[in-house]
């Protein structure tokens, strides 16, 4: 009798791999796919290396850890604390600041029950007076490396940057393990516009002239760094004053007369490159006496003037200089200012060539939760907004944070 009962007890990890494999085919939404998974180790090893269930986009995350499903146009409440601050980390990461100092990874998709911890990194912020609620000293980015394959240590690593000029650096191990961190207090002698991990190194772009510098990470032994290491500088950038957005016969042009601005900028890796984005802006009027209205040169669809117009992409040249380039080898870029990734289009149900791109303009409306958004086309320059015409509905409560929506995207 004992010997039936125990048969008759098949733990639920125990399920063959194929087994597995038919249940995830059967699940329509990549949310449910990705809870399976998320069940136990056995399940989600027994599932790797199954084909996608479908061609899907990336998805897009806001502050209280809801997920928008871009392509099936569909809202899921996420599973963030409410003590806790959210950031945007890249791919599928989250980066928690809690109310009592504590600071953990999470995926998006299985929320703070799958966290890793990260009690150093949150020593050393607590030390330098580091609160996420306080805006005197606010943390503005966060990064975490997507590949150990060239780190010694067989770790990732987390970069934090606070009041968009220091930097802090750690290693992200297991639970229990203790991890190393990198104090770059002024090591960037200019206000950052985004930060890298690439080719084991980090990259900082300034804001305003578009120098870029690098730190070698000794393959992830950062803790082997002196308190000051070397770096150096990549690229030396310009004077502000003569970046323009250049007439393109190719583009379509817009009908503009007071100029235009560089609104934000973002590193991007595609195809073993570095990328520099500019997102270009309408300059605002100067004079409320101008000859020319504000109305009239606004868009048919009404966009006003601080929205997206235009974006130019740059590579990393070996020679100190950005390369200003006409496409996008074929791959589409997903970028906003917390995340921005290269992804090849058939794997995602995107165009090549493209943009796809979100940015929060202001408070949050329900109506317009995706705030600027559309895609933008390298071929000839046109805009497809917004990125989704009717949004799924969205909580009204849902918290505005110039950090959000990012993009996050889901293993399948």
């Known amino acids: 009798m004992a010997a039936s009962k125990s048969e008759g007890q098949s733990a639920w990890p125990d399920l063959p791999p194929e087994l597995l494999g038919a249940v995830l085919r059967l ?106 609620r306080d805006l005197l000293q606010p943390i503005t980015k966060v990064a975490v490396s997507t590949s150990s394959a060239e780190l010694e240590e067989r770790c990732r690593l987390i970069a934090v940057v606070i009041d968009s000029e220091k930097v802090i650096i750690s290693t992200c191990r297991p639970a229990g393990e203790t991890n190393a961190c990198l104090a770059l207090d002024d090591y960037f002698e200019f206000c950052i516009a985004d930060i890298k991990f690439f080719q084991g190194r980090i990259y900082a772009l300034s804001k305003r002239n578009e120098t870029l510098c690098a730190l070698d990470l000794n393959k992830g032994r950062i803790n082997e760094l002196p308190e000051s290491p070397p770096g150096f500088e990549v690229i030396r950038g310009g004077s502000s004053d003569k970046i323009k957005m250049a007439l393109e016969p190719h583009l379509q042009e817009d009908p503009w007369p007071f100029g235009h601005m560089v609104a934000g900028r973002y590193l991007v890796v595609s195809n073993g490159k570095l990328l520099m984005v500019r997102r270009w802006t309408r300059k605002p009027l100067l004079s409320s006496s101008s000859p020319y209205s504000i109305f009239q040169f606004r868009d048919p669809d009404g966009y006003e003037a601080k929205r997206t117009r235009r974006f130019e992409v740059f590579e990393m040249e070996r020679n100190g200089r950005w390369s200003k380039v006409q496409d996008l080898d074929g791959q589409a870029l997903f970028v906003s200012p917390p995340c921005s990734k290269s992804a090849p289009p058939a794997g995602h149900g995107a165009r090549e060539d493209c943009i796809y791109f979100v940015h929060q303009m202001g408070p949050w409306k329900p109506e317009d939760p995706l705030g600027d958004s559309g895609v933008f086309s390298m071929r000839d320059g046109t805009i497809s907004r917004p990125l989704l015409p009717e949004p799924a509905a969205l909580s009204a409560s849902l918290p505005w944070s110039y950090r959000f929506p990012a993009w996050v995207f889901p293993v399948d």
């Open 27 to 132: 699940l329509p939404s990549l949310a449910d796919r990705v809870r399976l998974r998320a069940v136990c180790r056995p399940w989600r090893s027994g599932t790797t290396g199954l084909p996608p269930s479908h061609l899907h986009l990336p998805w897009l995350v806001f502050g209280d850890g809801t997920l928008l499903d871009v392509a099936n146009n569909a809202a899921y409440r996420g599973n963030i604390p409410d003590d806790a601050v959210c950031y945007s980390a890249g791919d599928n990461t989250l980066f928690l600041a809690h109310d009592d100092g504590r600071c953990s990874l999470v995926d998006a998709f299985s929320g703070a029950a799958a966290a890793t911890p990260l009690p150093e990194l949150a020593a050393l912020l607590r030390a330098r007076k580091v609160n996420p």
